[in-house]
């Protein structure tokens, strides 16, 4: 069984990684994603590069206490009629 550290607090990516033979171990990065896409939508972002963004910055954040081990960040990005949704409060 492979070792992932979840940069996610998403119970959906832990399932399936745990589905598909990861042992995960779930670490929030806490960054905030709102602050963030409201920059990078400023900027002219795609969604996409939102998204990978976002995924890329929690995976730094985590991997900077997590020495060594492998970290997975993600993220996902609602794009209706070309106006993000954003989580529910």
Known sequence: MHKVVLASKSTIRKKILEENGFSCIVEPS?????LVKESL???GATPETISKNL???KANKVSQKRNGELVLGADSVIDLNNKI???PK
């Open 30 to 34: 806490n960054v905030d994603e709102e």
């Open 41 to 43: 939508l400023n900027e």
């Open 55 to 57: 995924a890329e910055l």
């Open 85 to 87: 949704i954003s989580k």
